[in-house]
């Protein structure tokens, strides 16, 4: 077993919120207990709906926004404070990639000084070899290099991504973590972004975390997959698994409600309710209110992470470790 | 039989760059039509020009009718008649929609008074009703809540409530599923099925996910750079894709089952309106383009099998038979 690269250990954030000035304050408990590894190379997707927690968990990861229980561990040492210099000399070897490429590039820079900036920050390459690097950084997403010195409105949304992966690699990292890096692309320029990811990934022994709501993509991209809901993980296994036969009774009506091209709606597990407000969480199982399946039992208690099978984990008190699936 | 809605030769130009090139659309009584295409072909814009919606500075031309009463150029006056209450669309974002000052029950009122002319108790009645049609619980004590106390998808129930207050004929849903989570997109898709079938009223539904456009519609607009390139219905199209940039939409969503494999995305990207090709739009990024499709157009013609294809080197007829059946059969 290869030592993981990152590794997270019982991760939590709580975000306190006041309505008005002396209003009651409210927690909203973002992310709830989470662990995980990941190891060289591999791509941990991380799927769910708005409000489960997902994009927080990959702020926790990096550091940017501290945890306040649990620790975090990259390459075998504890992640540096948020805001020392040791924790920005570690910005070098991990990078997060945002969702709206036009919000992370700024606008008065031409992309080539955007991809350069980081090496100057971190002080890595010599002089001439940095120009060199960006534009092999620029052909390796796949940029013309008369694309150089355009400023970010003169690209098209999929040219701007190419261009902020190219600044995310820039330092050689060896973790990215993309939070919906392809949502706000069309679909034929969103698979051109992830086979690029993907060729990237293989030349490069990148790790990943692939933050996405996409099933399909994280489907395509990912090695594993955990299924976040309400700040916890509840199902976690390698892909082909978790999208072959979801266990957790939420990862199903997941599964269940991506629209597949000429398949009918019919037979489908549509869930009734919306997903809840994390700031007013049920109590037990915080799925048991939408849940088909749910008894007295899920009301009362949380129900553990917990292995079920060879590689899968399932935090739920109707999936019992035996191979049997709950009944339908 | 005459169609609720004909739109003929519609184009439209920003500041003299046409990015809508004559488009020919027939919406039916009750029908379902999808409309798809990457961002910037044209979708909304039809039915924006359509309804009159554009700002000033968009140069429409072509005819709109419904029920063979002509819409553009009409006095104000007799558009609004239309706007809402024969015609209805719902966008995108719902938040955005709603107005977040008004509580959301007033909202509701509101368009059912302007388009069926109810008053006091009965329009608030009927407010009730919708808002119980579009799938809120509990509506009589949320009645008096403002937009930002629901959530997303409930928001866009709201609009659909009052999308649904003038009775309409014809519901232009433009990317209604596309800003919602994976489940409730799933709801919201069986609540415009079951709306549709309830009322009786045509669906347009625009959206780049050709997923859910199978699940709601029956005929499909496929449009490239301000035309409609192929239009057939439903099993036609996803038995056999004729056109290559719809051939094209279909390979390049990842798969749920099956093999991991590189995804097959369509090379380039959508071209600038500015600077079109005389030829057919799509040839640059066409696997099939011949060195004439550079400046020569296809023109939108009908096939036998009732489909209409603009290319001249359309993907192969599958003899009717669905791929996946023909693979299998193969082994």
Same mark, same amino acid.
């Given at each position: 077993?290869?030592?993981?690269? /990152?590794?997270?250990?019982?991760?939590?954030?709580?975000?306190?919120?006041?309505?008005?000035?002396?209003? %009651?304050?409210? !927690?909203?408990?973002?992310?709830?207990?989470?662990?995980?590894?990941?190891?060289?190379?591999?791509?941990?997707?991380?799927?769910?709906?708005?409000?489960?927690?997902? !994009?927080?968990?990959? $702020?926790?990861?990096?550091?940017?926004?501290?945890?306040?229980?649990?620790?975090?561990?990259?390459?075998?040492?504890?992640?540096?404070?948020?805001?020392?210099?040791?924790?920005?000399?570690?910005?070098? %070897?991990?990078?997060?990639?945002?969702?709206?490429?036009?919000?992370?590039?700024?606008?008065?820079?031409?992309?080539?000084?955007?991809?350069?900036?980081?090496?100057?920050?971190?002080?890595?390459?010599?002089?001439?070899?940095?120009?060199?690097?960006?534009?092999?950084?620029?052909?390796?997403?796949?940029?013309?290099?008369?694309?150089?010195?355009?400023?970010?409105?003169?690209? !098209?949304?999929?040219?701007?991504?190419?261009?902020?992966?190219?600044?995310?690699?820039?330092?050689?990292?060896?973790?990215?973590?993309?939070?919906?890096?392809?949502?706000?692309? +069309?679909?034929? /320029?969103?698979?051109?972004?992830?086979?690029?990811?993907?060729?990237?990934? +293989?030349?490069?022994?990148?790790?990943?975390?692939?933050?996405?709501? +996409?099933? %399909?993509?994280? $489907?395509?991209?990912?090695? $594993?997959?955990?299924?976040?809901?309400?700040?916890?993980?509840?199902?976690?296994?390698?892909?082909?698994?978790?999208?072959?036969?979801?266990?957790?009774?939420?990862?199903?009506?997941?599964?269940?409600?991506?629209?597949?091209?000429?398949?009918?709606?019919?037979?489908?597990?549509?869930?009734?309710?919306?997903?809840?407000?994390?700031?007013?969480?049920?109590?037990?199982?915080?799925?048991?209110?939408?849940?088909?399946?749910?008894?007295?039992?899920?009301?009362?208690?949380?129900?553990?992470?917990?292995?079920?099978?060879?590689?899968?984990?399932?935090?739920?008190?109707?999936? +019992? !470790?035996?191979?049997?699936?709950?009944?339908? | 039989?005459?169609?609720?809605?004909?739109?003929?030769?519609?184009?439209?130009?920003?500041?003299?760059?046409?990015?809508?090139?004559?488009?020919?659309?027939?919406?039916?009584?009750?029908?379902?039509?999808?409309?798809?295409?990457?961002?910037?072909?044209?979708?909304?814009?039809?039915?924006?020009?359509?309804?009159?919606?554009?700002?000033?500075?968009?140069?429409?031309?072509?005819?709109?009718?419904?029920?063979?009463?002509?819409?553009?150029?009409?006095?104000?006056?007799?558009?609004?008649?239309?706007?809402?209450?024969?015609?209805?669309?719902?966008?995108? *974002?719902?938040?955005?929609?709603?107005?977040?000052?008004?509580?959301?029950?007033?909202?509701?009122?509101?368009?059912?008074?302007?388009?069926?002319?109810?008053?006091?108790?009965?329009?608030?009645?009927?407010?009730?009703?919708?808002?119980?049609?579009?799938?809120?619980?509990?509506?009589?004590?949320?009645?008096?809540?403002?937009?930002?106390?629901?959530?997303?998808?409930?928001?866009?129930?709201?609009?659909?409530?009052?999308?649904?207050?003038?009775?309409?004929?014809?519901?232009?849903? *433009?990317?209604?599923?596309?800003?919602?989570?994976?489940?409730?997109?799933?709801?919201?898709?069986?609540?415009?099925?079951?709306?549709?079938?309830?009322?009786?009223?045509?669906?347009?539904?625009?959206?780049?996910?050709?997923?859910?456009?199978?699940?709601?519609?029956?005929?499909?607009?496929?449009?490239?750079?301000?035309?409609?390139?192929?239009?057939?219905?439903?099993?036609?199209?996803?038995?056999?894709?004729?056109?290559?940039?719809?051939?094209?939409?279909? *390979?390049?969503?990842?798969?749920?089952?099956?093999?991991?494999?590189?995804?097959?995305?369509?090379?380039?990207?959508?071209?600038?309106?500015?600077?079109?090709?005389?030829?057919?739009?799509?040839?640059?990024?066409?696997?099939?383009?011949?060195?004439?499709?550079?400046?020569?157009?296809?023109?939108?013609?009908?096939?036998?099998?009732?489909?209409?294809?603009?290319?001249?080197?359309?993907?192969?007829?599958?003899?009717?038979?669905?791929?996946?059946?023909?693979?299998?059969?193969?082994?």
């Amino acid at each position: 077993m290869v030592a993981p690269l /990152i590794e997270a250990a019982a991760l939590s954030r709580v975000y306190e919120t006041r309505r008005g000035v002396f209003g %009651k304050v409210s !927690s909203v408990r973002a992310v709830d207990d989470v662990s995980l590894k990941v190891s060289p190379g591999e791509t941990l997707g991380v799927v769910g709906e708005s409000g489960s927690g997902k !994009s927080t968990l990959g $702020r926790l990861l990096l550091g940017i926004d501290p945890a306040q229980h649990g620790r975090v561990t990259f390459e075998g040492k504890p992640m540096p404070t948020f805001g020392t210099a040791e924790w920005r000399a570690s910005r070098a %070897k991990m990078q997060f990639i945002y969702q709206d490429p036009l919000a992370a590039l700024d606008r008065r820079l031409t992309i080539a000084t955007q991809i350069r900036e980081p090496m100057d920050i971190h002080e890595l390459f010599e002089g001439s070899a940095r120009t060199d690097r960006v534009a092999a950084l620029m052909a390796a997403v796949g940029l013309r290099h008369d694309q150089a010195n355009r400023y970010p409105h003169e690209l !098209s949304g999929g040219q701007r991504q190419r261009a902020v992966i190219a600044r995310a690699l820039a330092t050689r990292p060896k973790l990215i973590v993309c939070d919906e890096p392809v949502s706000a692309l +069309d679909v034929s /320029i969103q698979a051109q972004v992830v086979n690029m990811l993907r060729d990237l990934q +293989d030349e490069l022994g990148l790790a990943m975390v692939f933050i996405s709501h +996409d099933l %399909k993509v994280v $489907r395509n991209v990912a090695n $594993r997959v955990a299924v976040m809901y309400l700040g916890r993980i509840v199902e976690e296994a390698p892909s082909d698994m978790i999208f072959a036969s979801p266990r957790h009774p939420y990862t199903r009506a997941l599964v269940s409600s991506v629209p597949v091209p000429g398949q009918p709606l019919k037979g489908r597990m549509i869930l009734q309710g919306e997903p809840p407000n994390p700031a007013d969480r049920p109590s037990g199982c915080a799925f048991h209110p939408r849940c088909p399946f749910a008894i007295e039992l899920c009301r009362a208690s949380v129900p553990e992470l917990r292995p079920v099978e060879d590689l899968r984990a399932a935090a739920c008190h109707l999936v +019992d !470790s035996a191979n049997a699936p709950i009944a339908a | 039989m005459s169609h609720l809605v004909e739109i003929r030769d519609l184009k439209v130009a920003f500041d003299s760059v046409q990015v809508l090139h004559g488009i020919d659309l027939n919406v039916g009584r009750g029908e379902a039509i999808g409309l798809v295409g990457e961002s910037g072909c044209g979708k909304s814009v039809t039915w924006l020009a359509a309804l009159g919606l554009l700002p000033g500075k968009a140069a429409v031309s072509g005819s709109v009718r419904i029920e063979g009463r002509e819409l553009r150029g009409v006095h104000r006056s007799a558009l609004e008649s239309v706007r809402g209450g024969r015609i209805a669309m719902i966008f995108q *974002d719902p938040s955005s929609a709603l107005n977040p000052v008004l509580r959301v029950g007033r909202q509701i009122t509101e368009a059912v008074s302007l388009h069926r002319g109810l008053r006091g108790e009965t329009a608030r009645a009927e407010a009730l009703r919708l808002m119980d049609m579009v799938g809120i619980p509990d509506a009589r004590r949320r009645f008096d809540l403002y937009p930002h106390e629901f959530s997303g998808g409930q928001c866009q129930r709201l609009m659909i409530a009052i999308a649904l207050a003038g009775e309409p004929d014809l519901l232009i849903a *433009d990317e209604p599923t596309t800003a919602l989570d994976a489940t409730i997109q799933a709801q919201m898709l069986d609540l415009l099925i079951q709306l549709r079938t309830e009322t009786g009223m045509a669906t347009v539904f625009i959206s780049h996910d050709l997923g859910a456009v199978s699940q709601v519609c029956e005929r499909v607009c496929v449009m490239y750079a301000g035309r409609i390139v192929e239009q057939a219905s439903i099993a036609q199209l996803f038995a056999n894709p004729r056109h290559p940039y719809t051939r094209g939409l279909f *390979d390049a969503i990842p798969r749920l089952d099956g093999p991991r494999d590189r995804l097959i995305p369509i090379p380039g990207t959508v071209p600038d309106p500015r600077y079109l090709a005389a030829g057919c739009a799509f040839a640059p990024r066409c696997p099939n383009a011949a060195a004439y499709c550079d400046f020569q157009r296809p023109a939108l013609d009908t096939l036998a099998d009732g489909r209409h294809l603009a290319c001249f080197n359309p993907v192969p007829p599958a003899n009717s038979l669905p791929v996946r059946r023909k693979i299998l059969e193969g082994v």
